[in-house]
């Protein structure tokens, strides 16, 4: 059974850096892209960006681009999302997400694992 | 970006009932070289991650009731929920795997009357 067992909810500051994980287990976690959704308070999905942690490839939306760090620990079969200088306007549950991937290993956007969330609050 | 858009914003529906919800994608997202449509719908509930219904517009997920059901194609989707159980109340959201970046309607929040 696939699992992404996420970090714990943050408060922060504006301007601290945070990085939360994501830890995935039940499958081959070096072969399966993993990225990260969030949702905004009161808002709709959106998405950030994945990883394929065999060689380290990176998506991100381009929204998001700079703003944030997808990375992954294949070791520990961990993957992460960091920030170097949060905003107020970071605040938003970020879940943990993989993809469907055929056993092929065609993978298609549309997400059937989930993690449970990790809430992150940036307030002064 | 393909903007998705959701229509209505809510709706409040009678147990037993049907309740409809649209999704519209700015471009198209059916590949005709394998003429799937690239929507898949989800189900929001608070303290919970979202969870997968539908997928290719009209797959769907194992386990999910039969009562749900998608349809459409190329810009225009509908997620049909027969039968209304007091378990459905949620927001639902539907999400275009098109073209990257992957983007989500911005949900329709279903009530029981």
């Known amino acids: 059974e696939v699992q992404l067992v996420q970090s714990g909810a943050e408060l922060k500051k504006p301007g601290e850096s945070l990085k939360i994980s994501c830890k995935g287990s039940?499958?081959?976690?070096?072969?399966?892209?993993i990225g990260w959704v969030r949702q905004l308070p009161g808002r709709g999905l959106e998405w950030l960006g994945y990883?394929?942690?065999?060689?380290?490839?990176?998506i991100y939306s381009p929204s998001f681009e700079g703003q944030i760090t997808i990375s992954a620990d294949k070791l520990t079969t961990t993957a992460y999302l960091q920030w170097s200088s949060l905003r107020a306007s970071d605040s938003a549950m970020y879940y943990c997400a993989r993809p469907w991937s055929t056993s092929a290993g065609q993978t298609y956007g549309y997400i059937d694992s989930w993690g449970q969330g990790t809430l992150v609050t940036v307030s002064s | 970006d393909i903007v998705m858009t959701q229509s209505p914003d809510s709706l409040t529906v009678s147990l037993g009932e049907r309740a409809t919800i649209n999704c519209k994608s700015s471009h198209t997202i059916l590949y005709n070289s394998n003429n799937r449509n690239y929507l898949a719908w989800y189900q929001l509930k608070a303290g919970q991650p979202p969870k997968l219904l539908i997928y290719w517009a009209s797959i769907r997920q194992s386990g999910v009731p039969d009562r749900f059901s998608g349809s459409g194609s190329g810009t225009d989707f509908t997620l049909t929920i027969s039968n209304l159980q007091a378990e459905d109340v949620a927001v639902y959201s539907c999400q275009q795997y098109h073209s990257i970046p992957y983007t989500f309607g911005p949900g329709t929040k279903l009530e029981i009357k």
């Open positions: 990883i394929f942690p065999a060689d380290s490839d990176t």
């Open positions: 039940g499958y081959k976690f070096n072969n399966f892209w």
